[in-house]
């Protein structure tokens, strides 16, 4: 049976070595930093005077951080909202969140919830046109995307039942 690996402590002038070759690598945010220091063996202290250290140096910026987080997710093609929950989850602050939100470029935006509407129509199987179009929301809505741009974008498609509730 194998011994699991020893978990290595790090010394807070081996850590901020570590640490910054992390934050190099992909931009991370403050939380995953100061998780990443606890796994190292840091105490609370040891951890902020690093994170305040990488935040002076730019290794830890976290607005450039959720700017790149939106840029990707985009590219995913998440909803605004569902990018907005994770930015909050991950603790950024709501001026941070702004200044993501701003990397998105409206008509790419709803471009990306046309073909995703596109798509799912293709795969869906369920043939009442009401209910297909309730799925089609459904799922739109589980990527993160606004009732009104669902509904215009229905509407474009000529997905729109005759009568309207």
């Known amino acids: 049976m194998m011994q699991p690996a020893k978990k290595k402590f790090y010394t807070p002038a081996e850590a901020i070595q570590k640490i910054a070759a992390f934050c190099t ?3 991370r945010n403050q939380k ?3 998780a990443k220091l606890r796994e190292y063996g840091l105490d609370e202290d040891e951890a902020g005077e690093i ?3 990488l935040s002076r140096e730019k290794f830890l910026d976290e607005e450039r951080y959720a700017q790149t ?3 990707g997710h985009i590219r995913k093609k998440w909803g605004r909202r569902r990018i907005q929950q994770e930015l909050k ?3 950024l602050s ?3 969140i702004k200044a993501g939100m701003k990397e998105i470029d409206g008509d790419e935006y709803y471009q990306n919830l046309v073909d995703l509407l596109e798509k799912k129509d293709r795969q869906e199987k369920e043939s009442h046109p009401g209910k297909r179009r309730q799925k089609i929301q459904l799922y739109l809505t589980s990527k993160g995307y606004e009732q009104d741009l669902i509904k ?3 509407d474009d498609l000529g997905k729109a039942p005759e009568d309207e509730d």
């Open 25 to 27: 690598y992909q931009d």
């Open 32 to 34: 995953e930093v100061e």
């Open 51 to 53: 994170i305040i250290r």
């Open 69 to 71: 987080f939106v840029r």
């Open 89 to 91: 989850q991950k603790g």
């Open 94 to 96: 709501e001026y941070c």
């Open 152 to 154: 215009m974008a229905l």
